[in-house]
């Protein structure tokens, strides 16, 4: 009995140790594991990406199955290490990450059956995003954090704004289906709503373009909406990010967060900054 | 003369109860109406956009078709319905929703004479503007109208922009017809123009493309033109949103308006902020 | 003598009414010179495009002509008039709307000898800009001052800019015309560089594109440097305009000039605001 | 010995006045030395961009070999004079002016052997940055600077947003690889991430355009993130570069540095302001 509670205890340490690397970054075995989890990504990434040009393939493509396979196995290890050494099981599997990591892995394993899902793999490099958190980049999290902060705020006035476009891309599109009709190349509403956002967006792909006299008239329109209605949603996000950004300078004395960057005294109290 | 009165009453209480299920949108029933009439007017433009693919028109364009009409008569019936219940008849009518209304109902009618027409009942899409209202979104058409507002104050402005884009667009559309010339596309003024706007707008599509050097060069020029101009009216748009939007939290003592959103005192007579 | 005074005098003040006609703005028969000048304008600006469209060209050319020559002939006669109404004709012939007004209707003249150059008539349409004076819109050129100021405050920062894009449209442009080479459409350094803008400036007419991987990798940092890049002197002018812009309501009491719009007593003096 | 020495410090005289006309910019001389080499440099990258026109070169090529071989030797006599006469002859060599200036005579060399390096010469350009020193264009300088403080102030930021940019075209050029595939000249997971990169900057060449039904789907979507998410580093280096502008006028009573530049009297202290 004591044997089997030290092993136990051992066990647990060990199980413990092994947990901190893999979820913490604080010490230097977790930043060291999280910094070789970073290069196996880019790399697997990386070796997807050049597998799937078909000249490297037919030269290279077992080299870089096997290359393929050794990542993939080793981020079997790493999910399942992950599962079997969190607390809330259910909680990391059913979590954004969990989820994205099992997404990193399932396709490998479906390029047995079928040809093709292999390449999903490259959505392995979301969990790049982790690399905020291997580098302790604190301040590149708290501005993300003040971004989202931003887009929060400003997610109604944004909303209205998409509205506001899907019914003009909506009408428009309607609209030039109507009047170059499938000759000109507009076969559907659905084809002709492709273009109006090809156009609002002043992408401008071109393969799809108005020929009647009236189409060009009424794309012309459209594109000078465009360009005058993405000034609505800059100036919107610009003003948030204004607001939610830190004034300034804090005052000692008095606490007045409003003093200019560049200010002497705080402008309240007179109080010298430091 | 007293049953006639009673049914007079009885015949208005129904009135009323209706226009409000139909114009309000406080009381379940009326919710309920708004919901059931977002979904219809979601279905029937989705029905019409199906339809106008003629590989899915060949194969339920009946089945379709029988949607399209049963969409129709509901809101022929609900059309009828708010000028019977409203109470100025003539305003409704006129009003901008009450077109919409109408519009949104014709073309399927006007179909059963000539071929078309029933797709332009995408503008019903419109109509879904009024999701704001059943939703009880007070905050969106709040942040509606402070967009609204903010366009408003900038119109000046903005039209002195299009004023000067317009002057540029013309006399660059002239240029590249005399320079360029029928021989590579550019077979009027009109179709000049229409190049330059895809120009400057930056939407590119390449159905029209200068060939010489002269017109490579000015349509470079015209290019940055674009690319620098579009800064202005974002700029615009940016300081009327910054100075039409509340600045931050109002103090109760003192009044003052312009303290920051995090502040925990007021910055002018440092009463604890609420 | 008393007589040729009379005469002198009788004449100085025809002349006199119609100089203030023409020139000025502010009497009823002046007021009705300029609405007449606009029409006239705007319609012969119509008519000089229409004329470029082949197809309308052949059936209506003839009077199309002459309304042209109509047109012209008036723009003559106003030119000559305003010579010799004009205190100092040295001036007028010499400010930029003298040379305007010139050059809207020697092209007509021109025409009589050559074909072609009755299009360069376009350039009428910055004779509309008088548009603004005309319908006293002070207001409008108000706003077309604050936005001159801001740019002008700002063309150091936008020269700054304009030079970086330049160098990297050369660089850039030379390397794709070593990479790609004339077999893909980059047959010299010039042709590179337009290549370049087009892709700076997002334009993306696809009229040359990049074929080998390398150039595609080029072209695909040229563009994110383009999208990224637009941002700068967006928000120059954005500050600019923040800056020069009447800051709000203006204290009668203390002549304070920094009051939000909606403030209701002044922030500095406390004085309630009208 | 005396006369060695008197030579050694006429040497250092002429060497200290050589270094002055070509290091420094504040005396007639080096300031003419600039200005030469100013236009110098502008011709040079004229005449290489000519070149590269195949007419011309066939006309004129002999000339402009010449004119080029003159430049290129003067630019060589130049860098080797700057080496003799720099105080740290290693730091100049490494320093970023250093290896422009090498990289701006090399390629001439190389191409005695190989053709096609003489086009690099372009990067000449880069040189004519100094222009701004040349003309002492203070003001310029400063200006460069702010912007560099905001870009510099916003670079965590932009790498966050970059870093999402990343990630959405990847994952978007894969989808678009597996959906719309090589029949559709999406060749490789590389190529549909260069396609998604011109869709989402919304440059547009069309080359690569989404053919299924699908493909345009996804395309929309990735077209409005692009459309809307150009609006963040807008916001981003606005909010830094109105933060990083000097405010206003200064007091020289009390020092406040937030007084508008219209202003009077100083907002806080009521001294009149100069």
Chains 1, 2, 3, 4 share one sequence.
Not at 90 to 108: E, M, N, Q
Not at 124 to 151: D, M, P, Q
Request: glycine letters at 6%; one cysteine or more.
């Amino acid at each position: 009995m004591a044997v089997q509670r030290t092993m136990d205890k051992k066990d647990l340490s060990t199980r413990e140790k092994w947990r901190e690397i893999i979820f913490e970054s604080h010490t230097p075995d977790s930043r060291l594991f999280d910094v070789i989890l970073l290069y196996a990504i880019l790399l697997s990434v990386a070796v997807i990406m050049l597998d799937s040009v078909e000249k490297i393939d037919l030269r290279y493509g077992h080299i870089l199955s096997v290359i393929e396979w050794f990542f993939t196995i080793i981020f079997t290890i790493e999910y399942v290490a992950r599962i079997a050494l969190s607390e809330d099981k259910r909680k990391y599997i059913l979590s954004g990450w969990g989820i994205i990591d099992l997404v990193s892995t399932i396709p490998s394993y479906l390029s047995l059956f079928v040809h093709g899902p292999q390449y999903l793999l490259t959505i392995r490099i979301l969990r790049l995003l982790r690399i905020f958190r291997v580098l302790r980049l604190n301040s590149y999290l708290k501005e993300a954090r003040i971004l989202g902060t931003a887009l929060k705020a400003s997610s109604a006035k944004i909303i209205v704004f998409f509205g506001v476009i899907l019914s003009v891309v909506i009408v428009m599109g309607t609209l030039m289906y109507l009047i170059e009709g499938p000759a000109h190349g507009f076969t559907s509403i659905p084809r002709g709503i492709y273009w109006a956002i090809v156009t609002i967006t002043t992408v401008g792909y071109g393969d799809l373009t108005p020929i009647t006299v009236v189409g060009q008239m009424i794309s012309s329109l459209l594109m000078l909406i465009g360009y005058a209605v993405i000034t609505v949603p800059t100036g919107i996000v610009s003003v948030e990010l204004a607001q939610h950004k830190p004034k300034g300078a804090v005052c000692t004395e008095c606490g007045n967060r409003e003093n200019d960057i560049d200010a002497l005294f705080c402008k309240h109290c007179g109080h010298p900054m430091e």
